[in-house]
């Protein structure tokens, strides 16, 4: 059974300051892998995807990376800003099963 | 594109009510996801439906079901509600083919006093 874990569960970083977003899966026979932000109260907006055959994915001040190997992804924000205080998920797709969510780590960015 | 959409946002039952929800995919997409997500367990998945059958089903109680119809609309209903059922519940929709972004709704939040 997939399980998919994030740390830390709470990040505060001062604004401008590069950071990164740890996630780990336990089952390494996935489709792809999937980060997600929310924002409170809110719904999920979809930031990458990242496919079984891929290393890793970048959008904007965004890059994502996966390694399968290792049952690992990680979410790289460069230069955060405060308008990045969200909470973000990563999720693991293993075809046609359910996607599996960790519990998010909550970002704030302090101006 | 219309985003998915869900009705309604809010809603507050009491104990022992029941209560429908529904959703609206993105157009042309068949497959319609649900969750809940709460404080303490996180997002857990419902079930999923494609083309009007139940394709996954969560390790959730029968008081929970759900339907999709024709056009690919989708409602979940809860029966015989308690306090514990209290959650943020969010439908996403897909294509449900191949590798494929789940696009989700702002969510229904229920409220059971």
């Known amino acids: 059974k997939q399980e998919v874990t994030q740390i830390p569960a709470a990040l505060s970083v001062p604004e401008g300051e590069n950071l990164v977003l740890n996630c780990s899966f336990t089952?390494?026979?996935?489709?792809?892998l999937q980060w997600f932000r929310q924002d409170p109260g809110k719904g999920l907006t979809s930031l990458l995807l990242?496919?079984?055959?891929?290393r890793e994915q970048t959008s904007g001040r965004l890059n994502a990376s996966l390694d399968k190997s290792s049952g690992r992804s990680t979410l790289y924000i460069a230069a955060s800003q405060p308008g990045d205080s969200a909470t973000y998920l990563c999720?693991?797709?293993?075809?046609?099963?359910?996607?599996?969510f960790g519990k998010g780590t909550r970002l704030s960015v302090i101006a | 594109k219309a985003g998915v959409t869900q009705t309604p946002r809010y809603l507050i039952k009491t104990r022992g009510q029941q209560v429908t929800l529904s959703c609206s995919p993105i157009s042309g997409h068949r497959s319609v996801s649900w969750y809940q997500q709460t404080p303490g367990q996180g997002l857990q998945f419902l079930f999923e439906?494609?083309?009007?059958?139940?394709?996954n089903k969560g390790n959730f109680p029968g008081r929970f079901s759900g339907r999709q119809f024709s056009n690919s609309r989708s409602e979940m209903n809860v029966s015989t509600l308690e306090l514990g059922d209290s959650a943020l519940y969010l439908c996403a929709s897909s294509s449900g083919t191949g590798i494929d972004t789940q696009y989700f709704g702002p969510g229904t939040r229920l409220t059971v006093l």
């Open positions: 990242i496919q079984s055959s891929q």
């Open positions: 999720a693991a797709d293993s075809g046609n099963t359910p996607l599996v």
């Open positions: 439906y494609f083309s009007e059958t139940q394709r």
């Open positions: 089952d390494s026979a996935i489709y792809n």
